[in-house]
């Protein structure tokens, strides 16, 4: 469905008074998000991830690589040709509170894109009314009782109401890929495993791809099965797998350090025995010739310090953990770029798992 | 010892429908050298509660009854004008939310600092920016750098820390962190709970940390209490209350948490809506609409928050052993879903 080959977008800055510097946002990523399929970016505030998440959906240009929709090279085609890739990948913004117009109703915000969709799509049976019909459906197929919440406003309705609303919008020009940028880090947790099993159920039941984007590592669990992790620190991925392996038997230190960030619920787990964490606070404009993770890893040796590593699949240099992993087993193969990558246990574990369960 | 002793508090908002309790007969103990987390939904009324202890309800809200014991000042609800100004940021310290918005924009923090300072008639303004460095230094900060900077050279994490020396450098005794987390990456709020930790146990602090992410409160609190409705609902140890949850909503709130252990499967999201000042219920429990063990007596009468083992309450008519035992089974939820 999306490939991504290398992609690179680098921003230019020019200060007042210090000159040119150059932002390396985006330092080659490629993934492959399959059909139905669902592929997690996972890393702290200023890696990259959102910059990603706006490049897929066109609002962004990225200046190497290649992004390809449905086998066509997009940076081959004109501005003009691309929407109508672009329109099958459709963003759900982190922001429910501002990403609705507060003097429009949901009727006017979901009518617009419904009718410019029934023009294209020609008169199939599709009458001034139909575009009612579906709107209709779509709040529907969200969980939202249609009658109740068209006439509403969006300052009528709650945090994950209006997240709902968002994903229905998306869902207008029916597309075949849902970027959800921290689509759940503004709702409360009570609401946030609602809209998780929203995007799964579409997964599931209308074949649409997601590309999951989150600092959050424990929500990525949730989009459902066969999805690929991503960890991306500086706008390069340091290590990839399936979202289980990642979690479960993380090798490098920056994915080690995320994972024990994660708050762990005393009394029903113990945090992990290896817990980590960076031994400074993220400094962009430090550079170093070597891994870009040296200078905040605590586990850095001098090599680190001059060679940077690049993505190697799991086992392949005799440093494996998990034997049973180590052949890289279908496509979605467990691939690190770490110099000494070491098992950790960082995640925290269920008390008494297995033993005394309820 | 209880540092700061809520009782009955009733706060109202004046709506077009008449004046409406945001939070209703809320009775809660800061302990000494405790941290106690609180945690509701949006439009609990948690932050409202926390707004009270400074009695600082934003109109068209008030303090209709209750009272509000802090320890070596007398009830601050009666106070007023001068002498509740110096309670504000002296005793009573606290970190607003988005703390990152709550710093002018055009003063450096260290001018701040002194204006905080000459408000509350310091009269050692040395000694005042020598103790705000040793604390931002000992959170890890820069001190010298960061009292020079204007807001926008720190990060989310470091303003939210700027925030949290605000709070202390005047020595306050109760520390009150409204939402310290909320907009922190993981990375940063894994720091920020470490160092709020940190200088609460220094200082010998009580600590109150409001938030909806029963997640991070779990990681650094003592005690929990849940908030449903304008009502506190369940209160105890947190580690008893994460283990042995009895009343519902902190069971499903518990449930409902997304998690990096155990089965995805298992996890359920609440059913419904969270109530808001209008549509909470005005007999009755107001959690029955969403509640999987609702009985008839929830309809008419509203369960009085009352201790039912050593250090533990709970505002439920069901027995806390049915809750125990029971299973999340399907709740009858009524209304729109979320």
Redesign the interface.
Known sequence: MIEARGITRTYQTHGQFTGTRTVHALRGVDFTLPEGGAVSFIG??GCGKTTLGKILTGLETFDGGELVVDGVELSALKPRQRAKYFRRIQMIHQDPYSALNPTRTIEATLGDPLRMRAREKGGTGAGPGAWRERACELLTLV???PE??LPKYPHQL????RQ?VVIARALTVDPQVLIADEAVSMI???????I??LLRDLRSRLGISLVFIT?????A??VGDGGELHVIYRGEVVERGLTDDV?LSPVHPYTQ?????????????EPGPDRT??TR??DERTDTPGCLFEPRCPFATDECFTTHPTLVPLGGDGAGVGAGEAEGVGAAEHQHACLNPAARRV????VG?GAAGP | MSEVQVRGLTVEYQTSAGWLPAVAGASLDLRAGEITGLVGESGSGKSTLALSLLNAVPAPGRIAAGSIEVAGVGDVVRLTGRQLRKVRGGELGYVFQASQNSLNPLKTIGKQLLDLGRSHEVSDLRALIARAKDLANRMGLDGDRVLDSYQHELSGGMRQRVGIVFALVLNAKVLILDEPTTALDMLSQASVLDIVRKVHDENQLSTLIITHDIGAISEIADRLAVMYGGRIVEDGPLLDVLRRPTHPYTKALIGATARITGDVDAARPLPGRPPDLTTVARVGCVFRERCPFAVAACADTEPPLEAWEAGRRRACHVEPSTVLAGQPGTPAAVGEPA
């Not at chain 1, 995640?347 to 269920?350: C, M």
């Open positions: 702290e505030s969980g939202l009782e109740a919440v709650s945090g994950g109401q709902r409360d947790v009570s609401m946030r495993l609602g998780l099993g600092h959050d590592v424990a929500t669990r949730y979690i350090c995320l994972l024990s960030a994660v708050p762990i619920m005393r009394g029903l787990e964490a960076p606070a993220l995640v925290g574990v269920e798992a």
